[in-house]
């Protein structure tokens, strides 16, 4: 990567920019599709991601800039986390910060594309998956093709024609459209009769979202037939398009889609009507400011004229030379007979002491049980939901839910649970960034089947992941918790990596109760334990702890702190590792995002060490470990240290206490700062520099060894016949009970 970031900064800044920290993250997740070492179909997954995550970025961080150079705010006012001092974010202002994130974006679009162009499609094509484009198309193919289109497409396009009078017709926010310009052949048109015949006209047509992006042609979707030819649909769209406007020539066209603002929130007084306000949220959201348009090469006098009725400045359009929304084009990814395209699945390994002869309430009752998603499998969390649900033992669940899937099988069992006669409660957070149509259709469903659903809090999402089930058990009731740093969503747990508790101890459980009283009811701030909450006092116990490690920290025995989250961006943090690093105290960072953070700066950050690691799975887990003078203590946790986790929201951090699954936590963490092939570092400057093995040094994948340990412990739990282990089974002799 530039090892000029862009960020501005020298030496006695000490942050960095958060927007451009973020562009470099994006940065990273792109030189992972630039690696030739990658199967074509992984390095085509890597690229569209890269676009995808730019979508939301200009969605939410840029258009909080624009909002913020239209009202005339100072330096820095959407840079941070809240309103953060000037140097906070590099003291650029809106209008400056737009300049650099239009150049940085730029530099990543145009890398891309050549890696699109130039490389992933030439090498999918040599592989036998080529994407057509509609100069290539045969004789024979235009005419199925074309038959294809009248039959199947045609019937469900919309052709919306914009007038130079009244608004624009509606352009929904992330849909990608056809644009025409038109030339009228005859008077006579339904647009307007008095029109001259040589005045040109612009209409639109959006995608329909009901059909595939990708046309396979006949026969050729898997490689029995010898290769698997595809189109886009837009291409077909473009090339038939003329037959949506009879009496008119079509001209020129443009395939496009818009990012709007989707930096606003429901008003939380309307508690009487939440679920409606939030529906208005989602409403407002397709028709809001729009700020940004991406198009691929076509009419410049349609994209000129859509960029001015937008209101969008020349730093607002991008071109690309790729399929627009490459990442909605997932079938590619997922077709069949290209294996030779892709790397070889990675194993899901069950975890070796979930068994399923065994009820899970016998096995967490004897001991906490640590989950590592996804090397290990979702389905004990599941198992978790289901029997609760089916056990007649248990007589209440409480959850939260932040982000489900389309079809949760941890609802489904929410739902059998309070239809069976339990008390199930679940805390659906509507305010959950797009996720919002999701969890209100969610929270319908339980209403309907008779969960009590809490629709979170007013000005603070609920973002921790907690679950207690509530079991009689002889003459009282035992509870059994599962906490997690990510969420209940059966199929992000299988390419997200997250940790997972099971425990039933006392003190966790009922900390875990008052934390549910909390967030339902009506309660004073509750003082725990074990467990530590956000926004009440998450931040206050992070600081302490930092600076705690900082007390006790001397030149014979420095202290020792290790981190890893998604982003780094508090202020306050921040300036406690600062100052725990001039104490001495040697601080270790794992980031996979933002980072605002300088390391390596002398007098200040010396002892800070900062990486990245971006490979096969996303870095989801947050694990933080205070070496506490021999004394350690090790969490996990819901939060990262932004100031939108600690302040507002609420969140949830959780000690790892047994011995067995605090080392194996441990392990995990270590392991991301002895990777030497998929981990990046920080310098003073801003720039990331990927790291490799010195000479002499053995390769080390920190992804690539949870793995092998997942399966090793499976194996060793479950010998393999194969390998020349035999296992007898006999009956039990007659006296054994004797």
Known sequence: MDANSGYGNNVSSPFFNRELSWLDFNERVLEEGLKKSLPPLERFKFLSIVSSNFDEFFMVRVAAIKQARKSGE??????????????????????????KISRKVRSIKKRQSEAFVNEVFPSLAQGGLRLLRPEDWTDDQKEYLESLFSREIYPLLTPLRVEEEGPLPSIENYSVYVAFLLEAESVQSWASKADSPQLEHISIVRI?????RIVWLPGESTLSAGAGRWVLLEDLVQVHGGSLYPGYKVKEHLVFKINRDADFSVDEKRDEDFIVAMGEVLEGREHSMPVRMVHTPGSVKVRDYLACRLSLEEDDIFEVAFPVNPGKLYELILSRGFDHLREKPWKIYPHPVLHEDQPLW??????????HLPYQSFDPVVRFFQEAAGDPQVAAIKTTLYRTSGDSPVVRALEQASLAGKHVTAVVELKARFDEGRNISWANRLEKAGVIVVYGLAHLKIHAKATIVMRREYDRIKRYVHLSTGNYNERTAKYYEDIALFSAREDIAYDAGLLFNMITGYSAVQSMGKLVIAPTSLKRRILDLIARESSRSSPEAPGKIMAKMNALADPEIIWALYRASQMGVNVFLNIRGICMLTPGVKGLSENIRVVSVIDHYLEHSRIYYFANSGAEELYLASADWMSRNLERRVELMFPVLQEDTRKAVFETLSAYFRDNCQAWLLGSQGNWTRLAPAAGEEPFRAQAYFHARAAKAQ???????ARGEFIVRRSTPLDAHE
Request: charged fraction near 30%; avoid cysteine.
């Open 74 to 99: 100072g330096k820095d006012a959407p840079a941070g986390e809240g309103r953060l001092p000037a140097p906070a974010g590099g003291g650029f202002s809106p209008v400056e910060i737009l300049e």
């Open 208 to 212: 329909p979202p009901a059909l595939e």
């Open 362 to 371: 016998d096995r967490i009752r004897a001991g906490d049980i640590v989950l």
């Open 715 to 721: 194996a060793e739990e479950h010998p393999d016949p």
